[in-house]
């Protein structure tokens, strides 16, 4: 009989690890529904059946050198944090940033919470915050789906000798990255773009407990838009609902016509494994003034060159072999460029239902919880965007280190007649 294998953390799945040891910006996903009353008893249900899934693990270090970390499952789940009064509804936002701010370090314990608040007047929100070490936005909402509807998969089981089972993962590791690295080496020497890729800036690390009394958050933005007009307004001006995504975005992050890189996820998901972040980065340059139709011929060229990967044609794999600086110098953030656009897509219908209660808009967005004001101005990205679909409206999550966010989203989306409705908008 064949012995089960650990799972382990995958190239990108450290890189995100490594942020919340202080090297990179901090990154966890949430995803936010509102809509009706909530019984407090189906939550409790969906917790834990949360709590049997694929979430529910733990990151452990290898006892063997060279070997990877090991997801091991049976993490004890952090309990439902309900708010302990009602909330204003155009309160909704700023309660959302707060309890993303909570701990989800995988290696410290589960790495996902559950926070709800009774909204007054009538309604429940509720967050789903997941340190993106554990699974990526598709795969979130996809195991999230299968616990709302009771078909939960359990976690990738333990291997009966750990150790045995780290030396294995060393073993293999060493040699398959050996052989390129001592290439890749070896192409230094003769190719001089090579060597300045390796030139960057010195690596900076942030302990977050550290600065934890002088953290900030960005500031943060929803908006619900009518889908049938934003789908409209895609085709009229030549483009795709993603790619007047990227047009919109670039708008907002840009000044008059400065050329913005974007970077965009592209999912390599084919089933809801929850194992890893199963994504590839590509990047385009935008301009403000580009139009959809503009922006979707960028957007084909991008998916056609290979995925951002490690520079200097050393396997992505090495950095999962080397101390987390080295690491972090020769991939400081996972695709961060001055955008970041991320089209969720459609969210799992199984979401639109938590007990009864009818969700009337979803969101979906990763935020930096803690982050201190020396990662902020060192941090690249100055935008973030994050759209999904629920039903007959689109909900726009942004996230930027720039101010006067709502003023500049605002007019973007009017210029395309498209009206924006915050999510703190006075009800």
């Known amino acids: ?61 290898p006892g063997v050198p060279g070997a990877r970390p090991r997801r091991r499952p049976g ?78 998969l359990p976690p990738a089981p333990d291997p009966a000798h750990p150790f045995l089972d780290d030396v294995h993962d060393a073993v293999r590791m060493i040699t398959v990255v050996g052989a390129r690295t001592l290439r890749a080496v070896a192409g230094l020497a003769l190719h001089p773009s090579r060597r300045a890729e390796l030139r960057s800036a010195p690596v900076r690390a942030f302990g977050s407990q550290s600065y934890q009394k002088r953290a900030q958050v960005p500031e943060t933005l929803i908006v619900d838009v009518d889908a049938e007009r934003w789908d409209t307004e895609a085709a009229r001006t030549g483009g795709t609902p993603n790619s007047l995504l990227v047009a919109v975005v670039a708008a907002i992050a840009g000044r008059h016509d400065t050329a913005v890189q974007v970077s965009v996820p592209v999912s390599r998901r084919t089933a809801a494994n929850g194992g890893s972040n199963e994504i590839d980065m590509t990047e385009l340059t935008v301009r403000p003034t580009d139009t959809p139709a503009v922006t979707r011929t960028l957007l084909r060229e991008a998916y056609l060159r290979p995925p951002m990967s490690s520079p200097a044609g050393f396997p992505p794999e090495l950095l999962q072999l080397v101390p987390d600086r080295i690491a972090h110098r020769l991939a400081p953030d996972p695709g961060e460029r001055d955008v ?62 720039d101010r006067g966010l709502r003023a500049r989203t605002t007019a973007v989306l009017a210029a395309h007649g498209i009206t924006a409705h915050g999510w703190d908008d006075p009800a």
């Not at 190239?11 to 909530?38: I, K």
């Not at 290696?107 to 709800?116: D, F």
């Not at 201190?372 to 007959?392: E, F, I, K, M, V």
Request: proline share 5%; hydrophobic share 45%.
């Open 75 to 152: 993490a004890e789940p952090w309990p439902v944090e309900w708010a302990s009064q009602p909330i204003d509804r155009d309160a909704t936002v700023e309660w959302a940033d707060d309890v993303a701010s909570r701990n989800v370090d995988p290696t410290q314990g589960a790495g996902w919470r559950i926070a709800a608040a009774r909204l007054r007047g009538g309604g429940t929100v509720v967050s789903l915050v997941c340190s993106h070490v554990i699974t990526d936005a598709h795969g979130l909402a996809a195991i999230l789906a299968a616990a709302m509807s009771g078909t939960a």
């Open 1 to 61: 009989m064949t012995r089960p294998r650990a799972s382990r953390l995958s190239v990108v799945d450290e890189m995100f690890l490594r942020t919340h040891r202080g090297y990179g910006t901090p990154v966890v996903m949430q995803g936010v529904w509102r809509g009706g009353d909530v019984d407090p008893a189906e939550l409790v249900q969906v917790h834990e059946a949360l709590a049997r899934g694929p979430l529910s693990h733990t990151v452990v270090r």
């Open 340 to 401: 970041l656009c991320s089209n969720i897509g459609t969210i799992p219908a199984g979401l639109a239902d938590l007990g009864g209660a009818s969700a009337d808009a979803i969101a979906a967005r990763a935020v930096h919880p803690g982050i201190d004001p020396r990662q902020l101005a060192a941090s690249a990205n100055r935008l973030s965007a994050y759209l999904c679909r629920l039903g007959d409206r689109y909900t726009l999550s942004l996230v930027s280190k």
